[in-house]
Structures are given as structure tokens and as C-alpha cells.
Antibody, heavy 119, light 106 residues
């Protein structure tokens, strides 16, 4: 059974940093691209970052480019999202998700971790 | 960027009814489209990928169709457990979501 478990969320002040983790199990983590997707309260879904299976390529949404960094450690089956210069508009539930086998859709999602940016 | 326009924003239907949700892309996305279901307080779950392929374990009352810029998700024989928000997502060019459809039981 595929499982993705996020951690590291919390309440932080504007301008601060936070690092999210996502531990994967139930599939060969090192063979799949992974994503971070977020959802502001009562809002829709926003894809924010993709990392290839071997970390050779990384892509970001314009809203987080230059502030967020996606990375992975295949030896630990773990995906990361380092978030710097956080803003109030970054307040959201953050999900990690696995790339599908037939395209860049998301076939499995974690339960999500909440990040609140407020003074 | 490809924009996804999803309709309706909300929908109320009776048990056993058939409902259809639509997504229109701002340009041809060549069937690079997925549908997700998000139940209240839960993470999204994949229903359909490549416009019309059913994800593992998804009931056959869910189906997807469409081509070019117009796509739809159909739910046959609506059941109480289908109460959720539904999102489309294109992955032909970068990755963008529709704004969602909230489905309720009448």
C-alpha cells in the first residue's frame, strides 16, 4: 500500500523559514518524480514544485520560485520542501504527491500538513 | 499558461441521479487531463487520468471523456459517499487545476 506522510508544518511569522518532510512507503520511491501541492483554506489546489526521480530536474510555480526548494533523499525515501521568506499568502495545507505512471498527474497523496504564516 | 475553467462551481443532485462536471482548457491539452475527488477534511484522490482511464480501485460509476479543450467527468447512480469536491487538472503543459465543483446531495 502506498503511503505518504508529511510533517514539519506549524505556525511561523512572515519572513521566516520552515522545512517540510514527506516519508514514502509502499513503492519504489527512487523511480518516481514527486510533487508538492498546496491548498489555501477554503480554496482550490495549486501545484508548487516537482522533482525528478533522480533529482536531475526541479520545477517550481512562479508563486514560490526563488523562495522554496524541493529536494529528496532516495536512501531515506524522503521528499523535502524548504520554504524561505514565508508570506501570509503561503498559508495553506501542503500535500506531497507521487507522479503517476502514465503522466504528470498525481496518483497518490499524503494526508497534508498545515502551514500558517501570521504575525 | 493553460487555464482550466471548471463548471459548475456547485451542484446538488438526488441519490441515483447521473451528474456531469465539465472542464474547458484554454488550449488543446491532448487528453492530458486528470480528475480528483476530495471529501471534506481529506486529501484529494485520483479518479481518472489521461482523460478517460479509471484509476485502480475507483468505482466504475465514474467515467471521463472528452478531447481537445473540452472534458467531462460523469458520475452514474449518485451515492451518498460521492459528496465531495471534484477538481480537474491538466498536465499537457505544466500543471494547473480547475477551480473545483462542490457536489451535494439534494
Amino acid at each position: 500500500e502506498v503511503q505518504l506522510v508529511e510533517s514539519g508544518g506549524g505556525l511561523v511569522k512572515p519572513g521566516s523559514s520552515l522545512k517540510l518532510s514527506c516519508v514514502a512507503s509502499g513503492f519504489t520511491f527512487s523511480s518516481y518524480g514527486m510533487h508538492w501541492i498546496r491548498q489555501a483554506p477554503k480554496k482550490g489546489l495549486e501545484w508548487i514544485a516537482l522533482i525528478y526521480y533522480d533529482s536531475s530536474n526541479k520545477y517550481y510555480a512562479d508563486s514560490v520560485k526563488g523562495r522554496f526548494t524541493i529536494s529528496r533523499d532516495n536512501s531515506k525515501n524522503t521528499l523535502y520542501l524548504e520554504m524561505n521568506s514565508l508570506r501570509s499568502e503561503d498559508t495553506a495545507m501542503y500535500y506531497c504527491a507521487k507522479t503517476g505512471s502514465a503522466g504528470y498527474y498525481f496518483d497518490y497523496w499524503g494526508q497534508g500538513v498545515m502551514v500558517t504564516v501570521s504575525s | 499558461d493553460i487555464q482550466m475553467t471548471q463548471s459548475p462551481a456547485s451542484l446538488s443532485a438526488s441519490l441515483g441521479e447521473t451528474v456531469t462536471i465539465e472542464c474547458r482548457a484554454s488550449e488543446d491539452i491532448y487528453n492530458g487531463l486528470a480528475w480528483y475527488q476530495q471529501k471534506p477534511g481529506k486529501s484529494p484522490q485520483l479518479l481518472i487520468y489521461n482523460a478517460n482511464s479509471l484509476h485502480t480501485g475507483v468505482p466504475s460509476r465514474f467515467s471521463g471523456s472528452g478531447s481537445g479543450t473540452q472534458y467531462s467527468l460523469k458520475i452514474n447512480s449518485l451515492q451518498s459517499e460521492d459528496v465531495a469536491s471534484y477538481f480537474c487538472q491538466q498536465y499537457y503543459d505544466y500543471l494547473t487545476f480547475g477551480s473545483g465543483t462542490k457536489l451535494e446531495i439534494k
